[in-house]
């Protein structure tokens, strides 16, 4: 319901895109507005460059509070990246840890990946992941009465990420959350499993690399799996529902700006497959809504709420948000972005020759992979491997690859050359193995210092202690929001 309502204000994206279908490389592109070969963003132990600019920065350039609740993935020794404050550590490790080794295959699995997840799905008290998530909420919803109650004086235009990590294997949610449906009317993949030997080479990898040649998976374990995703959605929910309650119960709904998105999606057992690092549609499309306040959404120009099914990915978030902010994209940016302004869309624009593109190289797969989403077709090249081409409009679920087909070579041609322009498959796939080798040759020594961000809090000054003369009474007041002006004693 909270997300309903949120997408009912809102402007929603219907063809979103994240720019590479997993964890930390999506973020960072996200956040630079640069596509992940650009900034060396090859996979969940690639290291985040301290000298790349991000949002936070341009956002502390024009003057913002930049705060960072929950996870984000950032690897190597900046923790902040443009952000001021962390209220939370990460989830994730930060380290090298989970560095791939195409040399060994797609057997290879850093992060021990397999369909556990899927045969264990279940109600559950509590989970790792709730732990995570519920701090994030708290610590969220803590900082913005924090920001509402600071004095006329201090007050500065903020922006705060809240980033959790749910919905995510394990497929794992509360029992209230899991009551809220029965199994038997979850529906099954519109695509049932497709046999190995009928997948696409690339799906055979990740079919190995998720162990899914080790295990037995029937449908009733599908449709429980599903039904436990639903409810991490829903529980997913609710934790956005106490962070916007905050919002709106503090007044400062009036003048936030509200974006929500996800940094990949999730097969769900469509085609047989399963969490992300795939193409297909339900693993590379997100959900993407922008919600304007009246009071910044000039008369006319942004007919907000509605809906928008251009093509379209979370490097547009940079650009975007720095207009918003009331820069100028000329003059504020320092470097090459990939990412486009979506405000012309708002204004009902068209963007001449809308495209996506996204990349893969991380565990799973052997080689580098990338796509190219049209208004209406969709090219996946691997390298060394036949290219898949769709046609989205008549073709929805990607079953019929027309790349084989005679008819479509021109097509065909013209679409690589769009995505290989600044994207050669052999030159990345050397220089990928040559990242690969010197990081997995700095884990093997160990990580002495450990780059997982350590949250502190001043204790000392919170709540009444190191009030000095100002006494209890007056510093409780000082904290009550809305404030309520003293009341002046009575002489007598």
């Not at 919905?167 to 009317?185: E, G, K, M």
Request: proline share 8%.
């Amino acid at each position: 319901p909270h997300i309903q309502r949120l997408a009912e204000q809102s402007t929603v994206f219907e063809a979103a895109y994240c720019n590479f279908p997993i964890c930390a490389p999506s973020r960072f592109s996200m956040l630079s507005g640069r596509l992940p070969h650009s900034i060396g963003a090859y996979d969940n132990a690639s290291e985040f460059p301290s000298s790349i600019p991000t949002l936070a920065h341009y956002l502390r350039h024009a003057g913002y509070r930049t705060i960072l609740a929950g996870k984000m993935h950032f690897i190597g020794a900046d923790q902040l990246h443009g952000y001021e404050e962390r209220l939370t550590t990460d989830i994730y490790p930060a380290d090298f840890a989970w560095t791939p080794d195409w040399l060994k295959g797609p057997e290879h699995r850093p992060t021990g990946v397999s369909m556990r997840p899927v045969l264990e799905a279940g109600p559950c008290v509590r989970s790792l992941q709730i732990d995570y998530d519920e701090e994030v909420a708290y610590k969220a919803e803590q900082c913005l009465y924090d920001l509402a109650r600071r004095p006329e004086a201090e007050k500065q235009a903020f922006f705060l990420t809240v980033s959790y990590t749910h919905p995510h294997p394990p497929f794992v949610a509360p029992q209230r959350y899991w009551d809220l449906y029965n199994t038997a009317d979850i529906p099954l993949p519109q695509v049932p499993e497709i046999p190995y030997e009928s997948l696409d080479p690339h799906s055979q990898w990740l079919y190995i690399a998720h162990a899914q040649n080790l295990y037995t998976v029937n449908s009733a374990q599908v449709q429980h799996a599903r039904h436990a995703y639903y409810a991490m959605v829903s529980y997913t929910d609710a934790l956005i529902g106490r962070v916007l309650s905050a919002l709106h119960d503090t007044g400062l709904d009036k003048d936030t700006i509200v974006l929500f998105c996800g940094d990949h999606g999730e097969m769900l057992g469509e085609r047989g497959m399963w969490f992300k690092q795939t193409f297909y549609e339900q693993s590379v499309r997100v959900p993407f809504m922008l919600r304007l306040p009246k009071e910044l959404a000039p008369a006319a120009a942004f007919e907000s709420p509605k809906r928008i099914d251009t093509p379209m990915s979370l490097v547009d978030v940079l650009p975007s948000l720095i207009e918003l902010s009331g820069q100028t994209l000329a003059d504020t940016l320092v470097g090459k972005v990939h990412g486009q302004s979506l405000l012309p869309l708002l204004r009902g624009e068209q963007r001449p020759d809308a495209q996506v593109i996204a990349e893969y190289s991380s565990e799973g797969v052997c080689a580098p992979s990338r796509m190219l989403r049209t208004e209406r077709h969709k090219l996946i090249i691997t390298h060394g491997l036949p290219p898949l081409l769709f046609d989205l409009l008549h073709d929805p679920l990607e079953l019929v690859n027309l790349a084989e087909k005679a008819e479509y070579q021109t097509l065909l041609a013209d679409l690589y050359a769009r995505l290989t322009s600044d994207w050669d498959p052999k030159t990345m796939h050397e220089r990928i193995l040559s990242s690969q080798k010197e990081r997995l040759f700095l884990a093997a020594l160990g990580q002495k210092n450990n780059w997982a961000y350590q949250p502190f809090v001043d204790e000392s000054t919170r709540f009444i202690r190191g009030s000095g003369s100002a006494g209890p009474t007056s510093v409780k007041a000082r904290a009550r929001f809305p404030y309520v002006e003293p009341v002046k004693a009575d002489k007598k």
